[in-house]
């Protein structure tokens, strides 16, 4: 995987799961730490949970104690759980390196939170 590339939004309701996919490079996810990012309409993109190489996070608090990262480096995939989801979340999830991104942004995918 030259690129990265999103995978696993849909439409969902409040209080329900989702579990986001990330594919790219295995450099990127062998060298550098790796975030999920979020762009809500009228919004700027921010990052919203991180995982350094070494295993520790960082999580936003709008996402913290609902959100899980991790990342399966012999597969070069990232995921982001998402739990109990708000319609607040909803918005277009991007990959990348953290806390500045490094590669080409992915087209994303889209998470829209409604009843």
């Known amino acids: 995987q030259d690129q990265l590339v999103e995978s696993g939004g849909g439409l969902v309701q409040p209080g329900q799961s989702v579990r986001l996919s990330c594919a790219g490079p295995?450099?990127?996810?062998?060298?550098?730490?790796m975030g999920w990012y979020r762009q809500g309409r009228g919004n700027q993109r921010e990052l919203i949970a991180d995982l350094e190489i070494d295993g520790r996070t960082m999580y936003a608090d709008a996402v913290k104690d609902r959100f899980t990262i991790s990342r399966e480096y012999g597969k070069n995939m990232m995921s982001l759980q998402m739990d109990n989801l708000k319609p607040e979340d909803t918005a277009i999830y991007y990959c990348?390196?953290?806390?500045?991104?490094?590669?080409?942004w992915g087209q994303g995918t889209q998470v829209t939170v409604s009843s």
């Open positions: 990348n390196t953290a806390p500045g991104a490094l590669y080409q």
């Open positions: 295995e450099s990127a996810f062998r060298l550098y730490t």
